[in-house]
């Protein structure tokens, strides 16, 4: 329901944009997500953005470089990945989380039901 892609070989410094786009039902009401796992890492989260798009959460090692953003319309949410670096290697994957009255987002792993299959993402120095 979730696929995410975009990812690939970039050198230091890229600027590659991955995609996860929606089939089978709409996610326009939930927080879309991007977690990455690098080798031998947990997985980790990246950036959130709301249902509307006006508000998005990013992980302090990723802001100011990544941008998160999302078109309803076509049920796909985009994370632009700006001066990449070596340790930004990982296989990427979007998320769909239902936002709750305790909060909007989540970066636990465990809170998500829907999950993307997953974009390697290679930065070579």
């Known amino acids: 329901q979730l696929q995410a892609s975009g990812g690939g070989l970039v050198q230091a410094g890229g600027s590659p944009r991955l995609s996860c786009a929606a089939s089978?039902?709409?996610?326009?009401?939930?927080?879309m997500t991007w977690f990455r796992q690098a080798p031998e890492k947990e997985r980790e989260f990246v950036a959130a953005i709301s249902w509307s798009g006006n508000v998005a959460k990013y992980a302090d090692s990723v802001r100011g470089r990544f941008t998160l953003s999302r078109d309803n319309a076509k049920n796909t949410v985009y994370l632009q990945l700006n001066s990449l670096k070596p340790e930004d290697t990982a296989v990427y994957y979007c998320?769909?989380?239902?936002?709750?009255?305790?909060?909007?987002?989540?970066?636990?792993?465990?809170?998500?039901?829907?999950w993307g299959q997953g974009t390697l993402v290679t930065v070579s120095s």
């Open positions: 998320a769909a989380y239902r936002p709750s009255r305790r909060s909007w987002w989540s970066p636990e792993v465990l809170e998500y039901d829907y």
């Open positions: 089978g039902r709409t996610f326009s009401s939930y927080t």
